[in-house]
């Protein structure tokens, strides 16, 4: 399983995160180089002490002592082994348990969310952290654990679930047998909350969950109850959500755009999308709007949240292109992702970031034709793309693995894992957070 590895490198690893007890994570997946024998000059092997000149004296009084390091250990691995073995530091119970209780929770407010279930089991005090209003106080004012991949599929029917976090390049196991036995599908995450969308028999229903309190609930049924195009939207300040519903994932454009807020809990109807084809049934939220592609009219349709209405933005896609995806990036900036080319030995991916004052899209980088060769061995290969705070990340149905691009340092890195070789899994960025709260 590879690990990530930056566009400048090749290392490559194994990373691992699996669950323990009481509903515990446990992830240990770190990467480490393979270590290497050191490497002598070019040439022949010359194993005299005395060096490439003169014989070998093999006379023990007259004999060079030459210190050598252990074969197979880089100077790091023998650096460690070389330091004096430490006793462990003696803790006294009577301080430490007299630690104060808002220091206790600022400590634990920054330790990684999936480090923290394992921190549960050291006692009942511990245990009880998730629902301490005063935790969940600190934790919200800490900053973000740092973008995630989440990956859902099922197995057996039974819902599976992995992160991977990217500031700690390592694989968690999420369990996920707390949802209903629904035939549902990931609509995508935000601000730590996770939303999904399926069938209860004949019923369409929608649900929220946060993956990490494992806390869930389904929301109210909408006034058209079909199956829709839905986006979910997190506020953290106002401490509340919105669900979107556009058209009718089946084509069915007469039906009224409706929206979802947790604080009136219930959906209001808007105005119907005035689009008759869709490129893709993908949306994008960026700076309160939405946006999505359109065939007829050509450009994009923008929904603002806060007047309910539609508008059309005239901006022509670039030409030969074969597929798209809106990507929304941090700071106001909207991506256009996509394969250019008609014939499989001249395409190529580029991104595009749409210049809202002159209403063009602007190349502003392309994917480099060793990456796009690995990503899409087939011209006709099916791939997926998301982004979430200028990271976009590529996933390939059939290569099990996802690449990932920061417009911002312009690096490349892949992200592999057996999380990745599921078929037909759903992924979506993720931000961890105890205090996302499902009301």
């Keep these: 399983m590879d690990c990530i590895e930056h566009s400048s490198e090749a290392d490559s690893g194994e990373c691992s995160g699996q669950l323990v007890g009481n509903g515990g994570f446990y992830g240990d997946g770190r990467c480490y180089k393979q270590a290497s024998p050191p490497r002598c000059g070019g ?175 389904a929301l109210p049924s909408m006034h058209y109850n079909q199956q829709r195009q839905l986006i979910m939207v997190v506020d953290r300040n106002d401490r509340s959500f919105k669900v979107i519903a556009t058209s009718d994932i089946y084509g069915d454009k007469s039906l009224p755009t409706e929206v979802y807020d947790s604080k009136s809990d219930s959906w209001s109807v808007h105005q119907i999308m005035p689009a008759v084809n869709l490129c893709s049934s993908k949306m994008a939220h960026c700076d309160s709007r939405l946006y999505l592609e359109t065939l ?25 292109l074969l597929d798209g995806y809106l990507v929304a990036g941090a700071q106001k900036r909207l991506f256009l992702v996509g394969r250019i080319g008609l014939y499989s030995t001249l395409q190529s991916m580029r991104i595009w970031e749409l210049d809202h004052a002159k209403i063009t899209w602007v190349e502003i980088n392309r994917m480099p034709p060793k990456y796009f060769r690995a990503l899409l061995r087939l011209s006709a290969e099916r791939f997926e793309c998301f982004g979430q705070d200028n990271l976009i990340c590529f996933t390939s149905w059939n290569q099990g693995k996802g690449l990932l691009f920061d417009v911002d340092k312009k690096i490349w890195s892949w992200i592999g894992g057996c999380a990745l070789q599921s078929y037909n899994n759903q992924v979506c960025f993720y931000k961890p957070r105890f205090d996302a709260s499902i009301y």
Aim: charged share 20%.
């Design 43 to 217: 040439g022949s092997r010359n194993t005299s002490p005395m060096g490439r000149g003169g014989s070998r004296n093999t006379s023990p009084s007259r004999q060079k002592v030459v210190k050598t390091k252990p074969r197979g250990l880089d100077e790091e691995t023998l650096a460690t082994f070389g330091k004096a073995v430490h006793a462990d530091v003696l803790m006294e119970d009577s301080i430490w348990a007299m630690l104060p209780e808002d220091l206790l929770h600022e400590i634990l407010a920054r330790v990684p969310p999936f480090l923290i279930f394992r921190l549960r089991s050291v006692c009942k005090r511990w245990n009880s952290l998730l629902q301490d209003s005063s935790f969940l106080k600190f934790h919200s004012s800490v900053p973000s654990h740092g973008p995630c991949l989440l990956t859902f599929w099922k197995n057996s029917q039974i819902p599976q679930c992995s992160v991977f976090s990217l500031p700690l390049k390592t694989w968690y196991r999420i369990p996920f047998t707390f949802l209903p036995q629904w035939a549902f599908w990931l609509v995508g995450s935000s601000g730590g909350l996770v939303c999904f969308s399926g069938h209860d028999g004949l019923t369409f229903k929608t649900l929220v969950c946060n993956p990490l309190t494992q806390a869930w609930r």
């Design 296 to 320: 007829s009219p050509l450009g994009l349709m923008m929904y603002r949240l806060d007047t309910g209405c539609w508008e059309h933005i005239p901006a022509k896609f670039p030409r030969s």
